[in-house]
C-alpha cells in the first residue's frame, strides 16, 4: 500500500506564500502523476496542480503564475510553492500521487488533507 503525508498548511496573510509538502512511502515501482487538490466548504474538489514522471505540469486557470508544482523523484515527494495567496485560496489541499506498485498493481492514493487559511 502506499501512504501520503503532507506538510506545510497553515494560516497566511494575503500576499504571503506557503509551501506544501506531500510525501509517499509504501511499495512504489513508480509514481505516475503526483499533483495537488482543494476543497473549500461548500465546493467540490477541484485540481490545484499536477506534474508526471517527465516534468509535464498542468495547472488549474486560478492558480496560474502564483502557483509551482514541482517533484523529487528520488524522494516520492511533491511540492506546491504558492505565492501571492488570496482568500479565495483558502481550503483544505489534498495531495494525490497514482502509479505503480512493486507487484506492478495501480494505485490512486489520497493524503489526509492539510488546511490552508488566507485571511488577514
Known amino acids: 500500500q502506499v501512504q501520503l503525508v503532507e506538510s506545510g498548511g497553515g494560516l497566511v496573510q494575503p500576499g504571503g506564500s506557503l509551501r506544501l509538502s506531500c510525501a509517499a512511502s509504501g511499495s512504489i515501482f513508480s509514481s505516475t502523476a503526483m499533483g495537488w487538490y482543494r476543497q473549500a466548504p461548500g465546493n467540490q474538489r477541484e485540481l490545484v496542480a499536477a506534474?508526471?514522471?517527465?516534468?509535464?505540469?498542468n495547472y488549474a486557470d486560478s492558480v496560474k503564475g502564483r502557483f509551482t508544482i514541482s517533484r523529487d523523484n528520488a524522494k516520492d515527494t511533491v511540492y506546491l510553492q504558492m505565492n501571492s495567496l488570496k482568500p479565495e485560496d483558502t481550503a483544505v489541499y489534498y495531495c494525490?500521487?497514482?502509479?505503480?506498485?512493486?507487484?506492478?498493481?495501480?494505485?490512486?492514493?489520497w493524503g489526509q488533507g492539510t488546511q490552508v487559511t488566507v485571511s488577514s
Open positions: 494525490n500521487v497514482n502509479g505503480l506498485l512493486k507487484t506492478l498493481a495501480p494505485f490512486y492514493s
Open positions: 506534474i508526471t514522471s517527465c516534468g509535464s505540469t
